[in-house]
């Protein structure tokens, strides 16, 4: 070869170089590569597949409005009794939809009872504060999906 063409073949290395991590993921962001073969074994062009990192828990904290007594139950188990002095509290969950029930000192009167549905998005923190007229969310308005907004204390009183 002529020192021409060596010098164009050196320039066409060298921005093949420069180039290549800007085309190709490197292999930190493409958690994995996936190479495809046709049925006769023959290697395929890599697929990279974008795998997001595990999710972190998610952290849901419970404050008490008002001076009433409460309990928190999720998934039939109290986690929250705030009463004089601890009115706010604060735990982890994982992704995934868990039942709440909020209830005053007896646990027949129910003040809301519901879903959270924590780790549709990307939000970290989710506040849940309840009283007995109800529950507001924030972090995540859409988190909350009510059973029944009416008391049931109060339908037994009404007859």
């Known amino acids: 070869m002529t020192r021409p063409k060596w010098l164009r073949l050196g320039i066409l290395g060298m921005l093949c170089a420069i180039a290549s991590p800007l085309v190709v993921p490197p292999l930190a962001e493409a958690n994995q590569i996936i190479i ?3 049925h006769h074994g023959h ?3 890599p697929i990279y597949e ?3 990192p595990a ?3 998610v952290t849901v904290e419970f404050i008490a409005r008002g001076d009433e007594w409460a309990n928190v139950y999720v998934d039939g188990r109290r986690i929250f009794s705030p ?3 601890n009115r706010r509290k604060r735990f982890n969950f994982r992704e995934g939809a868990y039942e709440i029930k909020i209830t005053g ?3 027949f009167d129910i003040w809301a009872e ?3 549905d924590v780790g549709r998005d990307d939000t970290n923190i989710i506040v849940v504060s309840f009283s007995e007229r109800g529950v507001r969310v924030s972090g995540d308005p859409y988190a909350w999906i009510p059973i029944s907004t ?3 204390s109060s339908r037994r009183h009404r007859r």
């Open 150 to 152: 009416e008391r049931s």
């Open 36 to 38: 495809r073969t046709d």
């Open 105 to 107: 000192a007896d646990y």
């Open 50 to 52: 974008r795998r997001y």
């Open 55 to 57: 999710r972190d828990d």
């Open 114 to 116: 519901g879903y959270l």
């Open 83 to 85: 009463r004089n002095a």
């Open 43 to 45: 290697h395929r062009y």
